[in-house]
């Protein structure tokens, strides 16, 4: 069963040239059920929210063990006028390359070369999802409709298999201080001052006590009030934890140091507020799913690698669902979410053809 490799370079071309945030991937959607339909499937879409459809393939008289899952959206462009496609050589340039329009399109080769080449359908299922740079809720939502023993999800792993997934957390910082002309300021009621030392002294609490932990700064607003002092201020910060960390007790911990820091202030919600906690979690390696996995990449030719993966993922709502997710995709986090974002076209190829493998030992 060869991959074709041309089919698969116009599907990830055509599917990268379609702007996709989360939030607008109507077209994208239209697009992919289209061409699966052109394939011999029978797609379903499954509502969201109005205009929002997961792209669903699956036989349900079977009841499959193993579904593949990707999603479709991607973080807003950069810049607008250079989000596309480019090839130049093996390196596939764009918007989604390697954030996770490579890996969905290598599931889609491999499903469409495994009935191609077969005649029936393999005894799997592939999920194609909305929202999960944002919310989740294109996974929260095809969960409530489908369960299964073991998933597969395309994200950018480098092609290394990751049984453990950090955990996430995302908080918000406020902090007040007193409106006045800007002249008169004072440094201890100035909102921006007083939300910057604490970021420094926070970040740096964490990183001496607890390395593991990614500790993100990603967002700093104050009012935009002309030449006054700002008299308030907010942030956003997110965690990654690994899996051996409870979420519960860091913040607890992230509790305590903000009151032992602001001893004055009665109520932590009036200066933080934990708005998303997704605990991690860590399979062991050693199963026949496991070793399923193993010899794909031995017949593939390829080496066996396995890592963890540090960012947060549709896969822990799989996880919360008794579905044992491992991540395994083309590309790397480092080129993605990034202006020249980018992914190695052999590494799609063997992607798919690892993909394929699977779905012949189903």
Request: charged share 25%.
């Amino acid at each position: 069963m060869p991959i074709n490799q041309d089919r698969l370079l116009d599907l990830l071309s055509s599917m990268v040239n379609i702007y996709s945030p989360t939030g607008k991937e109507t077209e994208i959607v239209h697009f992919v059920e289209g061409y699966l339909k052109k394939a011999g499937f029978s797609p379903i879409l499954q509502t969201v929210e109005k205009d929002r459809h997961n792209i669903v393939i699956i036989d349900e008289k079977k009841s499959p063990a193993l579904c593949m899952a990707g999603h479709l959206d991607t973080v807003p462009a950069m810049d607008y006028d250079n989000y596309s496609f480019y090839r130049e050589g093996n390196e596939l340039t764009g918007l989604g390359t390697s954030d996770m329009k490579s890996g969905c399109a290598a599931m889609i080769e491999a499903f469409h070369t495994f009935y191609e080449e077969t005649g029936r359908f393999p005894d799997a299922a592939l999920a194609l999802l909305v929202g999960e740079e944002e919310t989740g809720d294109g996974a929260v939502k095809f969960l409530e409709d489908f369960g299964f023993l073991w998933a597969v999800i395309g994200e950018p792993t480098d092609m290394k298999a990751c049984f453990k997934h950090f955990g996430y957390i995302e908080a918000n910082l406020k902090a007040k201080g007193t409106r006045k002309h800007a002249s008169l300021a004072k440094q201890k009621e100035n909102a921006v001052h007083t939300m910057l030392s604490t970021l420094l002294k926070l970040t740096d609490h964490i990183s001496k006590t607890k390395p593991e932990i990614i500790c993100n700064i990603r967002d700093v607003f104050s009012k935009r009030s002309g030449f006054v002092v700002p008299d308030f201020c907010e942030s956003w910060i997110d965690l990654h934890i690994p899996p051996e960390y409870s979420a519960g007790d860091i913040i607890f911990e992230l509790e305590e140091y903000l009151r032992n820091l602001f001893p004055d202030v009665k109520n932590i919600e009036e200066i933080l507020d934990i708005t998303t906690i997704h605990s991690g979690y860590s399979i062991p390696e050693k199963s026949p799913f496991t070793n399923s996995l193993r010899s794909s990449f031995q017949k593939c030719g390829l080496d066996w690698n396995t890592s963890f993966f540090p960012s947060d993922s549709d896969a822990v709502f799989f996880w919360e669902n008794g579905i044992k997710p491992v991540i395994l995709g083309p590309g790397t986090l480092e080129k993605a979410h990034c202006e020249d974002e980018s992914v190695s076209f052999s590494q799609v190829i063997d992607a798919a053809k690892v993909y394929l493998e699977i779905l012949k030992t189903c």
